[in-house]
């Protein structure tokens, strides 16, 4: 084991992370700062979002639109103090972003274009056609190892964080190319590691998203803040789930059930297509349960409808659409409807941050989709998750350069590491069990999308929840067939699924908690919203017992809570 | 995933533990739905088959750029591809070339991001326009100018396709483009910046065009990089071999530095007829520089001229006012020459009024079939495999004496690659008696370049190893045949050329296609 030592470790390369990244080095360009991914950045999720970037661009629009916009969206579950901040930031960044380079869809005079999105009152996307979240990555890779203060250590799994008295000290990653476990020492840390929605079996997510640093902050003892608000999208491509952008219906493209129906009017008669994602995908599922959606070999779908607006705005505004439906829908969405229903897509919960991106730990911060500051309350718009990352990734860099300039490095917990090792090695790589890593993992995905999915029940959360931890169990008793040390595959997925059956687990209970209706979380035994009791945020604590929910209120500044109808 | 198996495909994975330093083939069936992936069905044999076979894989819906790894010899994206459409029920899966092997399917994509470091990866303008923090103008068509190019996942297809990155001091297909996209982006004003790091290296890509073939997003790299040499070109920071064919070509009007009244030399003991003494036949043979002046391809342009009397064909050639086309000067990016080039020949057609043109090297082919002016033309031109396999197929053309050698055909790129001309060629070796053909490992679509293209043929300086040629006569080599047959001089050269570095010429020779003809007449 070898030992790195650098002021700042980020972990997570995505826009999050490499936002961070280059905010801290123009905070203070003599810091050394470390960018840990297990994967190459560039193979991020981040570079799967495609509709847009939510900014207040233009005089028409306003801070106190989006932010509105936001608030309502999020069934007033947001802390409204982080909404004003971040409507105010997320025009800045669209700027730097124009600066690195992003090639930015344009109006006809020049400016930056904006096209309309689920919940926004305004149409203030701005979007690079349907590969914003890649073309935003490219821009900021490209700017971020401009520098040569920031180190990439590419294709690095961290295992676990390293705290002592309450204070970051560190981390333990392995380095997958040699298989090899070496240990961090760090003034301070970002986690930027995204979301945990590959504990779901149908979803948009990459393979490789699975929560790692949500697990790994709840493991040392960082509340995991409204994890039960998973966001579900109404548009994922059946069979596959990838994604198809909300901007096609922000385009214009229609919903339709297998009577040709557009149902949305029966929903959100204002809004139609364009109501906020929680609204569209239980329309989706009401329609699928009550038998009008269409069938195929993969199950029932629903139909997305862009045929009418013709071959040419296809090609300009949804090249990808149209490409990915060709290569994996196996239909061509100008003279076909895209088979589609709603995948598990957005963690609004994660590491619990306040407006700053600081944990409860000193020196540990999280920012993007691993964490829960609170933006997006109950429900995220669209839009708003990559202005989020760009925004506090921007953040984290800045209070992380502004932390450490004071900061000593601390001695390193040898005892810590020693356990870290034989945990991963000996408990995981090592054990010798029966149980195979993707069928347990395939397990827990199935159960997920059966008892906690869009409308969920007590007792299906009860026996969700049993289930896990039987799961849990079960893990104790793996067996990874390949026991080579370079580049093993097979170990880091089950490393990946014994953080993933923590992160179902907190799913889960704070699911079974929330006796009401908010969101993206609809109870069926519960089926209206309880400012009373609920207008409050979950917190989940580790024990070695399953997590300890506490409860925080929610800040309010401006906008008390109203009937919210589209 | 649910759905009727449709069929039951093989999958050849090659292997590499790390661990033991051991390379081995593993064979796995998969049952493939409409719909499974290469990827679904990777995803497949680790989870049924087999834990350890180990492959990178994040976004399964091509943008990514994981996934990256040659299958059936071809690179491409195990997420974008399904395998229903590849339409075999056996399929070979490799690692990318050109980088190291990590493990299986992984190979080290370091050395490969490494050429961005050397780019600027950012937009360059002065420091004062970055503090004002407005956005800058940019309008559509501006925008329409680079976008394609913005495309690329750095998926590194281009680079395991390319025959120049083998030598490490080429940045690449997609390290080149990315320059070339902000050079083109009307926001960047770091233009001479730019050209600076591609100046000693842009002159190794042969415009094969493999790049530009396997792009999952359909990214132009290979004009691209022609766009860069022509800005290059224009700041006139070439080196000395690549000014030495400019000027050659500005003086003499071919690249091989002699002077045009030599240009039917190769001719003077057959009667052919010549431009401006005929000004109308069926066929205008256009001859191209290498055949009619190098000595050791004159018997190509010889034998062409036998096979056209043998077959009765009224043809001519435009003798000294047959110009170099101009395929090699516009891909070294002298756009100016290359016009002016163009401008002579097109004069010359249109005096000359021949109903056919019949090119012997695939360069003048391809140069007059897709590049402007030539293109807009609509010319009927032919290369000669075109004409002999349709001479062979119509039974005009007899072949009496049996061939007793065992050949293996090269690809050319401008024939293949360029214009999918794949059959003709074998057709006419296939015809030849006593003649056993056999297929390289790359071949077809997979063919590894000669490196004679885009000018390199006269340049090439990089060590023996890293020489495309080398590498090709080494894959020739382990087939045991006793020629590569070719049907481009070009290729005839560079690979002549390996043989020598090599020391094989005793055991291996390259024959173009006409050369074995002649022996069969």
């Known amino acids: 084991m070898e030992k790195y030592s650098h002021d700042i470790v980020i972990v997570g390369a995505g826009l999050a992370g490499l936002r961070a990244a280059v905010a801290a080095v123009e905070v203070n360009d003599k810091l050394d700062i470390a960018v840990i991914s297990k994967l190459h950045p560039l193979r991020s999720h981040s570079v799967c979002a495609q509709g847009g970037t939510a900014a207040v661009m233009r005089d028409k629009d306003s801070f106190e639109l989006h932010a509105w916009d936001t608030v309502k969206g999020a069934d007033y579950l947001a802390d409204q103090d982080v909404v004003e901040f971040f409507v105010q930031r997320a025009p800045r960044e669209i700027v730097k972003m124009d600066h690195y380079g992003c090639p930015w869809s344009r109006t006809p005079d020049g400016k930056i274009d904006q096209r309309p999105f689920g919940g926004h009152s305004y149409p203030r996307a701005c979007f690079a056609a349907d590969m914003t979240g890649f073309h935003e990555m490219h821009a900021l890779y490209g700017k971020a190892t401009s520098y040569d203060k920031v180190k990439f250590y590419d294709e690095w799994f961290a295992t676990s964080l390293l705290v002592e008295n309450n204070t970051i000290v560190g981390l333990t990653a392995i380095d997958l190319k040699t298989g090899e476990m070496h240990a961090f020492q760090a003034k301070a840390v970002i986690i930027a590691t995204g979301g945990h929605e590959r504990i779901y079996e149908f979803t948009t997510f990459s393979h490789t998203t699975t929560g790692d640093g949500m697990a790994m902050a709840y493991r040392v003892g960082v509340p995991l803040e409204d994890m039960e608000f998973v966001q579900f999208h109404p548009t994922g491509l059946v069979p596959s789930g990838v994604l198809i952008t909300e901007g096609a219906r922000g385009e214009g493209g229609y919903l339709l059930n297998a009577n040709g129906e557009r149902f949305m009017k029966r929903y959100a008669p204002e809004k139609m297509e364009l109501a906020p994602r929680d609204v569209v995908s239980r329309a989706e599922q009401t329609e699928i349960l009550e038998g009008r959606a269409f069938t195929g070999p993969y199950g029932p779908y629903i139909a997305l409808d862009l045929r009418h607006l ?79 990352c760009l925004v506090f990734g921007a953040v984290a860099g800045e209070e992380a350069a502004k932390y450490v300039a004071s900061k000593s490095f601390k001695e390193m917990p040898h005892e810590k590491i020693a356990a870290e090792e034989k945990r991963v090695f000996d408990e995981v790589l090592g054990s010798e069990g029966g149980e195979s890593v993707p069928a347990l993992r395939d397990e827990m995905r199935r159960l997920m999308n059966a008892k906690a999915w869009i409308y969920r029940k007590g007792d299906d959360l009860e026996s969700a929840l049993k289930e896990v931890r039987e799961l849990k169990k079960r893990f104790k008793n793996i067996k990874v067939e390949d026991k080579g040390k370079a580049f093993n595959t097979g170990f880091t997925a089950a490393l990946q699924l014994d953080f993933m059956l923590d992160l179902a687990e907190v799913t889960v209970v704070s699911a079974l908690a929330r006796t009401e209706s908010r969101g993206a979380h609809s109870r069926l035994d519960y089926p209206k919203r309880d400012d009373e009791k609920w207008l409050v945020h979950t917190l989940a604590y580790y024990t070695t017992d399953g997590p300890k929910l506490e409860y925080q209120p929610v800040t309010i500044t401006k906008w008390q809570p109203a009937a919210r109808k589209y | 995933m649910n759905g009727e198996v449709l069929k039951v495909v093989e999958f050849k994975i090659r292997r590499y533990d790390p661990d033991e330093k051991k390379h081995y083939m593993s064979t796995y069936k998969v049952p493939i739905r409409k719909g499974t992936t290469v990827l679904d069905a990777l995803n497949y044999i680790k989870e049924n088959l087999d834990g350890t076979l180990t492959f990178r894989h994040s976004c399964r819906m091509g943008i990514c750029g994981s996934c990256a790894v040659n299958i059936n010899g071809k690179p491409m994206l195990a997420c974008y591809t399904q395998v229903l459409d590849l339409n075999a029920d056996s399929l070979t899966v490799e690692p990318l070339s050109n980088m190291p092997l990590i493990k299986d399917l992984v190979v080290d994509i370091q050395p490969f991001f490494q050429n961005f470091r050397k780019i600027k990866t950012t937009l360059i303008k002065p420091a004062e326009a970055f503090r004002r923090e407005n956005e800058f103008p940019q309008s559509p068509e501006e925008l329409k100018k680079f976008w394609d190019l913005t495309l690329c996942t750095k998926c590194a297809v281009c680079y395991s396709a390319c025959p120049a990155a083998i030598d490490e001091k080429f940045l690449g297909p997609s390290a080149l483009t990315a320059n070339y996209r902000f050079i083109a982006d009307s926001r960047d004003e770091g233009l001479e910046e730019r050209l600076k790091p591609m100046t000693d290296n842009v002159w190794l890509c042969t415009s094969c065009n493999s790049c530009t073939l396997f792009c999952p997003k359909l990214v132009n790299c290979s004009d691209s990089v022609i766009e860069d040499r022509s800005l290059i070109v224009e700041m006139g920071a070439i080196p000395r071999t690549v000014k030495d064919v400019l000027e050659s070509v500005m003086k003499y009007h071919n690249p091989m530095g002699t002077h045009q009244n030599k240009r039917m030399e190769w001719a003077k003991d057959l009667n052919v007829k010549t431009f401006p003494n005929v000004t109308k036949a069926d066929v205008l043979y256009f001859v191209c520089c290498s055949t009619a002046y190098d000595i050791r391809n004159r018997e190509i342009a010889k034998t062409m001229a036998l096979v056209f009397g043998k077959l009765g064909v009224d043809y001519a050639t435009l003798g000294e006012e047959e110009w170099c086309c101009g395929d090699h000067i516009l891909r070294m990016g002298e756009k100016g020459l290359f016009e002016m080039l163009a401008e002579h020949n097109i004069e010359m057609f249109r005096k000359f009024n021949a109903d056919k043109i019949v090119t012997l090297s695939p360069h003048c082919y391809n140069t007059f079939k897709n590049d402007k002016p030539y293109k807009d033309l609509g010319l009927n031109v032919q290369h000669y495999t075109e004409f002999l396999a349709e001479a062979l197929e119509n039974g005009k053309i007899k072949l009496s004496k049996p061939l007793n050698r065992r050949v293996a055909y090269h690809d050319p790129c401008f024939l293949g690659k360029r214009n999918r001309i794949y059959d003709a060629p074998r057709q006419i070796l296939q015809s030849i008696n006593g003649l056993e053909l056999v297929e390289m490992k790359r071949t077809r679509e997979s063919s590894f370049c000669c490196g004679g293209g885009a000018g390199r043929v006269w340049t090439e300086e990089a060590e023996q190893e890293k020489r495309p040629c080398v590498n090709r006569v080494k894959e020739a080599l382990e087939l045991g045949v006793d020629a590569i047959a070719v049907a481009c001089p070009f290729c005839v050269t560079t690979l002549e050329d390996a043989m020598k570095v090599l020391d094989v010429e005793n055991k291996i020779a390259v024959k173009d296609i006409l050369e074995l003809l002649k022996e069969t007449l």
Request: glycine content about 12%.
């Open chain 1, 310 to 388: 013709g071959e040419e705005k296809i090609n300009e505004r949804l090249p990808l659409i149209r490409d990915v439906a060709i290569k994996l829908g196996g239909v061509d969405p100008v003279k076909e409807v895209i088979p589609i229903r709603p995948a598990a897509h957005y963690s609004m919960g994660g590491i619990k941050a306040n407006i700053r991106t600081e944990t409860p730990i000193s020196g540990l911060y999280a920012a993007g989709e691993c964490s829960c500051l609170s933006l997006h309350g109950a429900n995220r718009l669209g839009t708003n998750s990559t202005a989020e």
